[in-house]
């Protein structure tokens, strides 16, 4: 809708006495790209809050607005995370981040607030050539391994059913698709196919042994995850291209 102006637009509200709370998600390995606003929200709630997202592994890139949040109390009771994503407005060392009224460089949000902004890296990405839609890093890329983990286990073990800090970046493909696939510190990749929200746990397709607080990520190539979409030399994922009124694209990859 491009009267919404933004790729993400979020808010907690109550509509006819039902609440719709915008909390506890997991927003990973995106590409946000020229876009209006990438990241965004309207008249936040005085009682209804939107605490606990986490932006994380994602690229934000040549957005005429990357993030512009208006919530009051950001620190306590809307607390979104932008972890270890890559950066760039349409200039280097440009104020990318607004919270309420405040302007930010990515480096200048990192230093004044550390527990919300860690690890995002300003550079031009890269992309081999994304004005027609190739949005696959380069071998130059500065995006390639600056990724990290999405979330640990919390206990060493072996078997199928590991327990880990954060379930809510995996899925089991809910039936419809295949789980994803993943690395669990130094194993081979498994498929998740069964995720438990409530104890934390995911189950995978085959027996493996892991440490207390190895690293869980999405499936990848190198030393570490590549923030975005496409993992430099995989070339397993596809572009689908689907073409919407008034000279708009979609992608699904």
């Known amino acids: 809708d491009p009267d919404m102006r933004g790729a993400i637009r979020s808010r907690s509200l109550n509509t006819d006495g039902i609440d719709f709370i915008a909390s ?5 390995h995106n590409i946000f790209y020229d876009n209006e606003r990438a990241i965004t929200s309207w008249s936040p709630s005085s009682t209804l809050y939107t605490d606990d997202n986490i932006f994380k592994n994602n690229i934000f890139y040549y957005n005429q607005s990357t993030i512009f949040l208006p919530f ?48 995002n890296l300003e550079a031009l990405p890269q992309f081999i050539d994304p004005e027609n839609d190739n949005f696959h890093l380069s ?5 390639r391994d600056a990724g ?19 379930p809510l970046y995996f899925s089991d493909g809910y039936g419809l698709i295949e789980g994803d696939l993943i690395i ?25 042994s892991w440490t207390d607080q190895a690293e869980v ?27 919407l009124p008034g000279g708009k694209k979609d992608y699904f990859y």
């Open 148 to 166: 990290q983990a999405l979330t640990y286990t919390t206990a060493a073990g072996s078997g199928t059913e590991i327990p880990i800090e954060d």
């Open 217 to 243: 990520s999405l499936f990848y190539l190198g030393d570490a995850p590549d923030p975005g979409v496409f993992e430099f030399g995989d070339t397993s994922l596809k572009i689908v291209n689907n073409e």
């Open 184 to 208: 669990v510190g130094n194993n081979e990749p498994v498929q998740v196919i069964g995720v438990d929200y409530q104890n934390k746990k995911l189950k995978v397709n085959r027996e493996i």
């Open 72 to 119: 009051t109390n950001y620190t306590t009771l809307n607390r979104n995370y932008f972890f270890f994503n890559l950066i760039y407005g349409q200039t280097a060392g440009e104020n990318v981040i607004r919270l309420v009224n405040t302007d930010y460089t990515v480096s200048s949000v990192q230093i004044q607030l550390p527990e919300l902004y860690k690890g």
């Open 139 to 143: 071998t130059s890329s500065p995006a």
């Open 24 to 28: 506890h998600n997991r927003i990973y």
